[in-house]
């Protein structure tokens, strides 16, 4: 293996998975091309080498010209967007290649049916949550590619307008931080409302929540400090109002600033229609014209189900759903929300089990046969995929990722077993970045 600078020019043939263009060496062997597009030959510098395979990168002359006058200025330099200065329509044909190839070559014995088409939504302004990094020195912004510097930058497309105008305010009064930090910015979806969560380490407490009083931020903007085992509330409201309904009575969980939600601000209750509506298509089959109550007597057993985003509009459906999640602030949020509506109450239950050890048996003792899973982007646990395996009980399965290759790995263990992908479907959940929103629905053949 060796590291060189070595500059020539290469033609890129496709996307690989996580955004990389595909190209050859003269010599024959593949190289990955960090900034490279597929159709076109791209200056790059050799950063990595290895007997069968290596790695580039665009140029940063080159990267600067695919950027149009509309796009970010450190397009070339921030580890967020990748895709700044392509045609939408372009990224979404070449991540929709990708993926498709990454599903196939990964599960092989798998017959996958040709993909339902791609929801989508403009590209700027569809974050509502965000991560920055704050060095001691004062720079706000994102991670460089592939580094720890941080890129300060004046305006990010992505963001919605008040997390814009909130990093803004931020940029201009942390000026002089007591230490760097990672900054977790979120807003509330109906009312706008917006909150930052500074995660630091615990010996600086004293001197970062004397530093943000002094700030004499806007009392309206919820603010706290996370050193991993502790929250301090400095101002503000402790928590979000997350909807968890879509056509029932208003359900809310209070869930903690910085909380994992889905990012997409324009797309977030669409995609949890759809993945309600696979769940209910695949446990009873197509139910179009049964109204809002197709899946009553449908029991359904949900992993990952978090505060109930997705648990909530199937019991709204009339299911019956078992939700199964590791972290507790979620699992009682969820329980919290439905305590005064009998009717959802009813049809959930909630069950704390940390997943990566399996399900403690609860897959082979439920009553459901369909199941739902959102699993982080490793995807299932070895045990929890073994349990699933061996659950003859459960006929039908809706598998939700934002990562194919792990997909790929659990749908062509459960292809051995006789399971069958009867569709899927990939949304662009992640304007801008390399990866795709994954729901694929199974049954047991």
């Known amino acids: ?12 043939e496709r996307l690989a998975h996580g955004g990389e263009g595909v190209a050859h060496l003269p010599d024959g062997r593949v190289c990955f091309v960090e900034g490279g597009l597929p159709g076109a030959r791209w200056p790059v510098e050799l950063t990595q080498e290895k007997r069968r395979m290596a790695w580039a990168r665009v140029t940063d002359d080159a990267w600067h010209q695919r950027l149009g006058d509309g796009d970010c200025p450190q397009g070339a330099r921030c580890g967020g967007c990748l895709f700044q200065g392509v045609p939408p329509q372009d990224e979404l044909r070449w991540k929709r290649e990708a993926v498709s190839d ?3 070559r990964l599960a092989r014995s798998v017959a996958w049916p040709d993909p339902s088409p791609t929801p989508t939504a403009p590209p700027i302004a569809w974050r509502r949550r965000a991560r920055l990094h704050l060095s001691p020195t004062g720079a706000l912004g994102y991670y460089g590619r592939r580094s720890t510097d941080v890129i300060a930058t004046d305006h990010c497309h992505v963001l919605t307008p008040a997390l814009q105008a909130l990093t803004r305010t931020l940029r201009d009064r942390l000026a002089s931080p007591p230490t760097g930090a990672e900054i977790h910015l979120d807003e509330e979806q109906e009312s706008a409302a917006c909150g930052v969560v500074f995660h630091i380490d615990a010996q600086d407490t004293d001197a970062w929540t004397s530093h943000l009083r002094r700030l004499r931020l806007a009392p309206e903007l919820a603010v706290a400090i996370d050193t991993g085992k502790q929250r301090h509330l400095v101002q503000g409201e402790p928590t979000l109002r997350e909807a968890l309904h879509l056509e029932g009575p208003p359900v809310y969980a209070a869930l903690p600033w910085g909380a994992f939600r889905q990012a997409n601000t324009h797309l977030h209750t669409p995609f949890r229609r759809a993945v309600r509506d696979a769940v209910l298509a695949s446990g009873r089959g197509h139910l179009s014209g049964r109204g809002q109550f197709g899946g009553r007597g449908l029991e359904v057993l949900e992993l990952y189900g978090g505060a109930g985003n997705f648990a909530v509009p199937l019991a709204e459906a009339g299911c019956s759903v078992e939700v199964v999640e590791g972290a507790r602030a979620a699992l009682e949020a969820g329980e919290a929300a439905v305590s005064q509506l009998p009717d959802l109450q009813a049809r959930l239950r909630w069950t704390l089990q940390d997943l990566r050890h399996g399900t403690a048996g609860r897959l082979r003792a439920s009553r459901a046969t369909t199941l739902l899973a959102d699993p982080p982007r490793g995807g299932l646990s070895e045990a929890l995929r073994a349990e699933i395996l061996t659950a003859k009980r459960v006929r039908s399965f809706v598998y939700v990722s934002c990562e194919a290759a792990s997909l790929a790995r659990d749908v062509e263990a459960l292809a051995s077993a006789g399971w069958r992908v009867d569709a899927w479907q990939a949304w662009d959940m992640f304007p ?14």
């Open 1 to 12: 293996m060796s590291a060189t600078t070595h500059t020539l020019a290469l033609h890129v």
């Open 102 to 104: 990454t599903l196939r």
């Open 432 to 445: 801008r970045t390399p990866h795709l929103e994954l729901v694929v629905s199974l049954t047991r053949s």
